[in-house]
């Protein structure tokens, strides 16, 4: 008996072909696959990269900001301090600032001071909580706050200008 291996033989090539021509296209198909897994990687690691960067830059200019800020607080504690020393020997110290600007200004500084404050639901606001002090304030009063209120204004001012310092860069 005589087997005819050439019908077989045919068979498991054709078999063998359709196995290589799938495996190739798998293998293909991964590659693809692999290249857009690594091109989505590297812009991972860009994004992350200029993200850590970013936020060094960012705590960078908040810690100098603040530096600036509590010299800008010492200073000001020493000029009030120098002011109560001189207003101490000054002898139109407590004459009265006239009642309707004395009572504008409180007015407007507890206005200020209220409004800086988030109410809490669950308590009291402590802004409000109490009776508004007496309308009346005398020269050496007002010129004490001038110096601590014109250093809130160079704080505020530092704090926009770091703002402003951090957006150009991360624009850059």
Not at 26 to 38: G, K, P
Not at 83 to 105: H, Q
Not at 131 to 147: F, N
């Amino acid at each position: 008996m005589k087997i005819n291996l050439f019908p077989f033989l045919v068979v498991v090539i054709a078999v063998l072909s359709v196995a290589l021509v799938k495996s190739c296209s798998d293998a293909s198909s991964l590659q693809s696959d692999n290249d857009v897994l690594r091109s989505d990687n590297t812009l991972q690691g860009q994004v992350i990269a200029t993200q850590a960067f970013n936020f060094n830059r960012f705590n960078q200019v908040a810690e100098h900001t603040n530096r600036l800020n509590s010299l800008i607080d010492t200073s000001t504690e020493e000029t009030v301090i120098e002011y109560r020393e001189i207003l101490r020997r000054e002898k139109t110290c407590d004459l009265p600032v006239p009642a309707d600007i004395a009572g504008g200004v409180l007015e407007y500084a507890y206005r200020l001071r209220s409004s800086a404050l988030h109410p809490d639901t669950d308590r009291t606001d402590s802004a409000n909580d109490r009776s508004a002090a007496a309308s009346s304030m005398t020269y050496c009063q007002a010129v004490l706050w001038i110096k601590p209120l014109l250093a809130i204004i160079e704080k505020g001012n530092n704090k926009f200008a770091a703002i402003r310092q951090i957006e150009v860069e991360r624009t850059k």
